[in-house]
Nanobody, 125 residues
Framework: QVQLVESGGGLVQAGGSLRLSCAAS????????MAWFRQAPGKEREFVAH????????YYADSVKGRFTISRDFAKNTVYLQMSSLKPEDTAVYYC??????????????????WGQGTQVTVSS
């Protein structure tokens, strides 16, 4: 029903910035919340940030507060993750996800109905 495609990943030095994009498509697509998760080598996929698409409400993991900003563009049906002050520990595959749940805070994987293929972010020390 829905396809999510991430882009914008790459290799950056510590302290640098990247902007990830997630474009959503599909004839019947609608979502209350869109989120970013990430998965580092040998670790489980973890929550990064989410945004309520209709109202713009945001929520962040403690590890990225003050450094990452999630936003959305209604016209393009796209969500962004602006990442600043990047650290080597931010290195991971970053995934976009969409949820139909109206819950204000959604940080677990089981709440999300659709997932993108992921984009690699590598931060060198």
């Amino acid at each position: 029903q829905v396809q999510l495609v991430e882009s914008g990943g790459g290799l950056v030095q510590a302290g640098g910035s990247l902007r990830l994009s997630c474009a959503a498509s599909g004839r019947t697509f609608s979502s209350y919340v869109m989120a970013w998760f990430r998965q580092a080598p040998g670790k489980e996929r973890e929550f990064v940030a989410h945004i309520r698409f209709s109202g713009g409400n945001t929520y962040y993991a403690d590890s990225v507060k003050g450094r990452f900003t999630i936003s959305r563009d209604f016209a393009k049906n796209t969500v962004y993750l602006q990442m600043s002050s990047l650290k080597p520990e931010d290195t991971a595959v970053y995934y976009c996800a969409a949820s139909y749940s109206p819950a204000m805070i959604q940080i677990t994987r089981d709440r999300y109905d659709y997932w993108g293929q992921g984009t690699q972010v590598t931060v060198s020390s």
